[in-house]
């Protein structure tokens, strides 16, 4: 069972340039969704997904796409990279279900490590 | 999510037991408390989650008064490896276990344990 599974784990691009960041899970969870962290400011949702065909924004969408078009895959697009974009993104996913007694949480990956020059 | 409020930073020595408290004053009725913990280079992974009294697994414990409006994550006889950040999250179970709404984290709780 890989869990959450991210590519690559590490990138450099160049201003301007477009990539998407991959975000697979195998644990049939309806709920993913994509965080950056940056040095001393915790984690920050930009997108998440409750479901196939259904995307929405978090706190910071601008310059991201995402698309859910399966259950499993969850990937998140830069249009036009740039210095702000440097970060550790991490896509997390759960079974979504509300139920207090989901003790699960959240699965996260392991990160992609992504600098813009 | 309500507001919490933890310490920026602790430091321990192997062996001991170490106490996170967080602060929620204003908790709602509904609201469950999850620790998160992040290894540096890794993402956050779910340690325990609470609704009142306490909760015990086999990473750690979970002290929950009366009132609610604390918690403490209790971590016994820590080593080397328990080095990392805490995140204490509070919300209803819709946002904490991913029904369909946005959890956010905070900065947590830098743990540093040394020989």
């Known amino acids: 069972n890989a869990g959450v599974t991210q590519t690559p784990k590490f990138q450099v691009l160049k201003t301007g340039q477009s990539m998407t960041l991959q975000c697979a899970q195998d644990?049939?969870?309806?709920?993913m969704s994509w965080y950056r962290q940056d040095p001393g400011m915790g984690l920050r949702l930009i997108h998440y997904?409750?479901?196939?065909?259904?995307?929405d924004q978090g706190e910071v969408p601008n310059g991201y796409n995402v698309s859910r078009s399966t259950t499993e895959d969850f990937p998140l697009r830069l249009l036009s990279a740039a210095p702000s974009q440097t970060s550790v993104y991490f896509c997390?996913?759960?079974?979504?279900?509300?139920?207090?007694?989901?003790?699960?949480?959240?699965?996260f990956g392991s990160g992609t490590r992504l600098t813009v020059v | 999510l309500a507001k919490t409020t933890q310490p920026i930073s602790m430091d321990s020595y192997e062996g001991q037991e170490v106490n996170i408290t967080c602060s929620h004053n204003?908790?709602?009725?509904?609201?469950?408390i999850t620790w998160y913990q992040q290894f540096p280079s890794q993402g956050p992974r779910f340690i325990i989650q609470?609704?009142?009294t306490k909760v015990t697994n086999e990473v750690a414990s979970l002290f929950i008064p009366a009132d609610r409006k604390s918690s403490t994550l209790s971590l016994p006889r820590v080593s080397l490896s328990d080095t990392a950040v805490y995140y204490c999250?509070?919300?209803?179970?819709?946002?904490?276990?991913?029904?369909?709404?946005?959890?956010?984290f905070g900065t947590g709780t830098q743990l540093k344990v040394e020989l």
């Open positions: 204003n908790i709602a009725t509904n609201d469950y």
């Open positions: 997390a996913s759960s079974s979504g279900q509300g139920h207090p007694l989901d003790l699960e949480g959240y699965t």
């Open positions: 999250l509070v919300g209803p179970p819709g946002i904490l276990t991913g029904g369909g709404n946005k959890l956010t």
């Open positions: 644990m049939n969870h309806e709920y």
């Open positions: 997904s409750v479901g196939a065909g259904i995307t």
């Open positions: 609470g609704y009142k």
